[in-house]
């Protein structure tokens, strides 16, 4: 009897989430940016971001696997939310293919909210600053090394490399309240991103 080849066992490949927090937009506001959006950019080459998917991006944590995405859903639910108040600033192209309304606030405020998110501390009592500090970047990061923190809400992607006339373009002059913080998981359908809730902060204190 011929005894048969033995056949090399591969590992299953471990299942990922693109997983990023970031605040979902009033409502009214968000109706005025794709309003804005869809008669800022033509329906060839361009998808404009439907209303209920608008949000502002806070950090992008990339692909991370289960067990590190119920870490930050865990993390995320211990945050304390106080509401943000912005504005709408410039229109910018965010990587190859976002369009997105950068987002800035009075004074230090977002300064403030970085150092909390990019703190050194080894053992912060912040659990915005333990959300961080679950990633190998931030692990690898050497300590007081700056980053910044850009919000941005992305209102449409093009599948080219940037639009002819976005430095034309202005931004909606107009204010808002960030009142919820969300940990989203972002999933390719055939009708774009779509963006599911993961977890969410504590209510913002009164």
């Known amino acids: 009897m011929t005894d048969k080849p ?22 009214d506001c968000a109706h005025e940016l794709n309003k804005w959006a869809l008669s800022s950019f033509p329906s060839t080459g361009f998808r404009v971001t ?71 501390a080894e053992i912060p009592d912040d659990p915005l600053a333990r959300l961080y500090r679950q990633l190998p970047k931030a692990r690898s990061r050497r300590p007081h090394e700056t980053q910044s923190l850009d919000l941005h809400v992305t209102v449409a992607r093009t599948r080219n490399s940037g639009h002819p006339r976005l430095e034309t373009l202005i931004a909606p002059q107009r204010s808002l309240e960030l009142n919820r913080l969300v940990l989203y998981q972002s999933i390719n359908t055939e009708d774009g991103l779509e963006y599911r809730v993961v977890a969410e902060a504590d209510q913002p204190i009164s």
């Open 6 to 27: 033995s056949e090399t066992a591969h590992p299953a490949s471990r299942e990922t989430f693109r997983i990023f927090l970031g605040c979902p937009l009033p409502a």
């Open 50 to 120: 439907p209303v209920e998917r608008l949000h502002a991006t806070i950090l992008f944590f990339g692909e991370v696997d289960e067990s590190l995405k119920d870490v930050l859903a865990r993390e995320t639910g211990l945050v304390r939310w106080d509401r943000l108040s912005v504005r709408l600033d410039s229109v910018r192209q965010y990587g190859r293919n976002a369009i997105a309304l950068r987002l800035v606030a009075p004074g230090d405020v977002l300064t403030k909210l970085g150092q909390r998110l990019f703190s050194d």
